[in-house]
């Protein structure tokens, strides 16, 4: 289980790293949960599109705790590597439609 959390935190955070600043984790690396994924977008605006379009194709419970906002991906154990790359997919086109 350590193996693939670790696998499904990589591919989320190594997309979040290649993004140019577009997602902005919150944590330092050294620091990064493995559990929870929590990045900021450019804007609050753009952070309610990502989620609203994000709810449209079928990913649910990505919304920042409500003390500190932003976007939080959450990878516990029950949740597989295909999601996280359906997730990571979802997140590439969502950048590449808005910066385009």
């Known amino acids: 289980m350590a193996e693939r959390n670790q696998a499904k935190a990589e591919?989320?955070?190594?997309?979040?790293?290649?993004?140019?600043?577009?997602?902005?984790?919150?944590a330092a690396a050294e620091d990064r949960?493995?559990?929870?994924?929590v990045f900021h977008l450019p804007s609050e605006a753009l952070e309610k599109q990502?989620?609203?379009?994000?709810?449209?194709?079928?990913?649910?419970?990505?919304?920042?705790?409500?003390?500190?906002?932003?976007?939080?991906?959450?990878?516990?154990n029950a949740v597989t590597m295909e999601s996280v790359l359906a997730l990571?997919?979802?997140?590439?086109?969502?950048?590449?439609t808005t910066t385009s």
């Open 11 to 26: 591919a989320l955070y190594g997309l979040l790293d290649s993004s140019d600043g577009f997602y902005r984790g919150r």
């Open 33 to 37: 949960s493995l559990m929870n994924v």
């Open 50 to 76: 990502f989620l609203q379009e994000a709810e449209e194709s079928g990913f649910y419970g990505l919304e920042g705790h409500r003390s500190c906002g932003g976007i939080r991906a959450s990878l516990y």
């Open 88 to 96: 990571s997919k979802f997140m590439d086109e969502f950048r590449a």
